[in-house]
């Protein structure tokens, strides 16, 4: 085993500072900076890996979601993915991740395939292997919180396509937000996972993750993820966590992680001496650098460690095979910028895709040259919005606020989601808020700071969107009204006549295109567009998850 237990390790010893990074401007940290108070102590036990010595670890797969939403700019089409379909089904991975995150705006906005259509394609092509897919709590697979209803719809709808496992996070661990989906999956008898968001900040420790994952458990999660979504977490660390949670939940613990900054194999090797259940790989090319780790290599790193999972060389190398010529097809929306290992990741925290992503938006804002310094302050904007984890959206929002700090000044202009942070319309941040900020948000608003949970300010909406449906002559399907809640317009474009069936009708107007011609602008993901109006000048602003 890598780790021997010389001393006994406290985990409240362990804050999770991340790497020092240079501070932007003179001005001093806008908040005080809140002390890191000495939390619960426990030792660890003298034994390693106290489960099943010799089980191996299980691999799941994430080639079909977050391989190509890393590396690919989440454009994998159904047709692209069917081929590869028996060979993966038939490998014993322990889940493949098939939908979720940013598939399903990929395939409305760009693919033009309807994404309930894709799970049930998927589903009947891998009958044998559970499939899996990442929720982003009361987000459902958007940017903003939804009312209770639409959520509780989606996971049924998703359900009943056949998803097995929920991976469900918020993006600032505030468990208020996870309920209604945990509830959702359990009453559609189905797999819920709770989701630790990993990251670092003078307010994260171990010990805080592990209050966490112990509230997962409570909260009736079948199984708890770590999900590293920047590539952060260094060995070490993740042998603590991962053991730590091991020793006080009873629910499997998966870790996901990503190479962005080269760390995830030995986080994956380390994790499974502490004893983790499952470790996330993709399939090369849409494998390392931003996504997960290859599954090929991930094996080859534990030869000869108990925990080895069985495999078969000849099935991976066929895929491996059959994937290199889609990652050529993809290759408008690949980039060299998300396969190399880069460390800057450990500094500023942004997310791999979104670091890519960034340098083209900053250039169509012209702010090429600010690069670097838009990166020195995301750190500092962090930190005034309460340390939140740079996960979908506030990813997005933190990168969108720093550089409107640049561009125009320190909070000379303060985006719209930036406001509702403050406010607490996306729950509880980790550190708190800074208050004259604070003060100048509710100034702006009228409003006062929500200390409650954000979604019980929310009307129901269902019947509604059924009834929004019908009015443009579709159907009023529980599908199609989740998908219209979240992507209107992209709806209906999917829905929008042929041309052909136009052209005798309106030859002179013909309707948009069912399948949009994809981005021009290479590695444009399917993010967020914010439209900000700033001074009388619209400024569209698009990032994307990873
Ligand atoms: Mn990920």
Redesign the pocket.
């Given at each position: 085993m890598l780790f021997g237990e010389p001393n006994a390790i406290t985990t409240d010893d362990i804050a999770l500072r991340g790497q020092e990074c240079p501070r932007s401007g003179n001005s001093p940290p806008a908040n005080p900076r809140p002390v890191i108070g000495k939390i619960r102590r426990f030792t660890f036990g003298p034994t390693a890996y106290d489960g099943h010595p010799m089980k191996a670890v299980i691999l799941n797969n994430?080639v079909l979601r977050?391989g190509h939403?890393?590396l690919a700019a989440t454009r994998m089409t159904t047709a692209q993915m069917l081929p590869a379909c028996a060979d993966l089904d038939g490998l014993g991975f322990g889940a493949l991740e098939t939908w979720g995150?940013a598939t399903i705006d990929s395939c409305l906005r760009f693919l033009g395939e309807n994404p309930f259509e894709r799970l049930g394609t998927l589903k009947a092509a891998l009958p044998k292997t559970p499939h899996m897919m990442?929720l982003r709590g009361q987000n459902i697979v958007q940017y903003t919180s939804f009312p209770d209803d639409v959520v509780t719809a989606f996971v049924k709808c998703s359900a009943a396509r056949g998803m097995d496992i929920f991976r469900i996070f918020d993006a600032l661990n505030d468990t208020r937000n996870l309920v209604t989906a945990v509830k959702a999956v359990r009453d559609a008898g189905k797999h819920a996972q709770g989701v630790i968001c990993y990251t670092t900040s003078p307010v994260h420790t171990v010990d805080m993750f592990l209050k966490l994952g112990v509230e997962l458990e409570a909260m009736g999660c079948h199984s708890i993820c770590v999900?590293d979504?920047a590539g952060l977490i260094p060995p070490h660390i993740a042998h603590t966590l991962i053991k730590g949670l091991k020793e006080r939940v009873k629910i499997p613990v998966v870790l996901?992680?990503?190479d962005t900054a080269g760390l995830a194999g030995a986080a994956y090797y380390a994790a499974v001496d502490a004893g983790v259940d499952s470790i996330?790989v993709s399939i090369t090319p849409f494998a390392n650098g931003t996504g997960?780790p290859d599954t090929v290599r991930m094996i080859a790193l534990l030869e000869g460690h108990p925990r080895q999972p069985a495999h078969n060389p000849a099935a991976l190398q066929k895929l491996r095979e059959y994937f290199t010529g889609v990652y050529a097809e993809l290759g408008k929306f690949t980039s060299p910028a998300n396969e190399r290992v880069d460390s800057d990741t450990l500094c500023y925290q942004v997310?791999g895709g979104m670091l890519s992503n960034f340098r083209n938006q900053l250039k169509e804002q012209n702010m090429g040259d600010k690069f670097d310094q838009v990166m020195l302050e995301i750190p500092y904007v962090r930190e005034c919005l309460g340390w939140i984890p740079l996960v979908t959206p506030t990813s997005q929002i933190v990168g969108t606020q720093a550089m409107l700090n640049v561009k125009f000044g320190r909070w000379k202009n303060l985006s719209q989601p930036a406001i509702d942070i403050l406010l607490g319309k996306y729950g509880r941040t980790p550190g708190p808020v800074n208050a004259e900020l604070l003060e100048m948000a509710e100034k702006k608003t009228g409003q006062k700071r929500i200390e409650g949970r954000a979604a019980d300010l929310l009307e129901p909406r269902m019947e509604k969107l059924k009834a929004e449906l019908a009015a443009k002559g579709l159907p009023a399907t529980d599908e199609l009204a989740v998908l219209h809640a979240m992507f209107p317009q992209e709806l209906a474009k999917i829905y929008a006549p042929k041309p052909a069936e136009t052209a005798a009708a309106a030859p002179a107007k013909p309707a948009a295109p069912a399948t949009p011609a994809p981005a021009s602008t290479a590695p444009a993901g399917p993010g967020k567009r914010y439209n900000l109006t700033l001074g009388g000048k619209v400024y569209p602003v698009s990032v994307e998850e990873?």
């Open positions: 994430t977050d939403q890393s995150g990442l999900k979504m996901h992680s990503h996330d997960q997310p990873v």
